[in-house]
């Protein structure tokens, strides 16, 4: 059975922000995600490994860093990112026993030379960071996980926008959304066209073939040739539809992963707080005891226009620039 739809179906469905892992693991049956050796439909574990699992979209961890795979993807990257981004803010069910996990293995990189940072524990109870070519040529000193973890607080906090700026900022997200809602009507009214079209010319050709206007290899050389840009419309069309409609939302949740990332990262376990950071920086450097982040769009955004307004008492909705833009255009022009 090809499970893929259904993995793909899953990913789309959580991303909405409508279905809880138990809501989706009732549904495994219809989206034909069943355990081979019983049957039986996947359990909510199941389904919150699934929704993990990086190779999905292209890369697998290797001794705790990511690297690009080369094998087809199911899904993109910024998908799976929405994905994340609403496990975090929903916060994934804790199992009643944790076994211990390097928090934060394989979200730094030393920033003298540029290699992991790996943990080890020290006298039994201590766990340190540290450079993985430290035993080489690197003398980049050690970093506590107690210390990280108080840094990647600050980091997170950094990216927060005033709670009394949310409201106009949710407001302007929506207005821009219309735009961006009329991009995508425009465009799907072009391909529609275009399908009705090929439609056309396939039928009028399937007559002149009846007649014998035309060799019957010459028919099936075109109607291979139009049916298979009619397959590309439609998957383009569906692109433009699942932008038109997850746009703003996905601008408002990230928004809302922004605002209660401190507080989360206070209350989870280090399994709940790598995914949580993970959301929110793409990577970050370790050199001379400071952290230094790289964040994702758009709390890359968020976080300058925090400092830039540090010494700035006049701080408003335009100091931000947000719009649905600042999502890197994810779907935009699935052309």
């Known amino acids: 059975m090809n499970v893929a739809p259904g993995i793909v179906k899953l990913f789309e469905l959580y991303a909405t922000g ?11 049956t219809e989206l034909g995600l069943q355990y081979k050796e019983t049957g039986n439909p996947v359990r909510k574990t199941t389904i919150q490994k699934i929704l993990t699992n990086s190779l999905y979209y292209g890369e697998f961890k290797w001794k705790g860093e990511l690297h690009q795979g080369v094998h087809e993807t199911l899904i993109s990257r910024e998908l799976f990112e929405q994905v ?15 076994k211990h996990t390097w928090a934060f293995q394989g979200l ?14 020290k006298k039994h109870k201590h ?22 973890a108080v840094q990647f607080g600050k980091i997170l906090n950094a990216a927060r926008i005033p709670d009394e700026l949310m409201p106009a900022i949710v407001q302007v997200l929506r207005e821009g959304h219309a735009d961006e ?42 109607a291979k040739e139009w049916r298979a840009e009619q397959a590309s419309i439609l998957r383009k069309i569906e692109k433009h539809q699942n932008a038109n409609t997850n746009y703003a939302d996905l601008g408002i949740r990230l928004l809302e992963l ?12 280090n399994s709940e707080k790598r995914r949580l950071i993970e959301c929110v ?17 758009p709390f890359d955004i968020i976080a300058l226009r925090n400092a830039d307004a ?26």
Not at 18 to 28: E, F, H, N, T, V
Not at 112 to 120: D, L, P, R, V, W
Not at 281 to 297: E, L, Q, W
């Open 181 to 222: 809602k009329q991009h995508h009507d425009e465009a799907v009214k072009a391909l529609q066209s275009r399908h009705r079209q090929l439609q056309s010319r396939l039928d009028a050709m399937y007559e002149d073939k009846l007649d014998g206007a035309v060799t019957a290899e010459y028919f099936e050389r075109k």
């Open 108 to 121: 730094m990189k030393c920033g003298h030379c540029g290699h992991a940072m790996i943990a080890e524990i």
């Open 127 to 148: 766990v340190y960071y540290h450079c993985a070519a430290y035993l080489n040529s690197c003398k980049s000193d050690w970093l506590k996980e107690e210390e990280a």
């Open 18 to 28: 409508k279905y809880s892992l138990q809501d989706l693991a009732g549904r495994s």
């Open 258 to 269: 922004a605002q209660r990332a401190s507080e989360l990262y206070g209350e989870q376990t």
């Open 310 to 335: 540090i010494n700035d008492e006049a701080v408003s909705v335009s100091t931000y620039g947000l719009s649905p833009r600042w999502l890197g255009n994810r779907d935009s022009n699935p052309d």
């Open 281 to 297: 920086v793409s990577n970050s450097f370790y050199k001379d005891g400071v952290i230094t982040p790289v964040y994702r769009k």
């Open 84 to 98: 994340q981004a609403q496990l975090a803010l929903n916060g994934s069910a804790k199992t009643t026993k944790e």
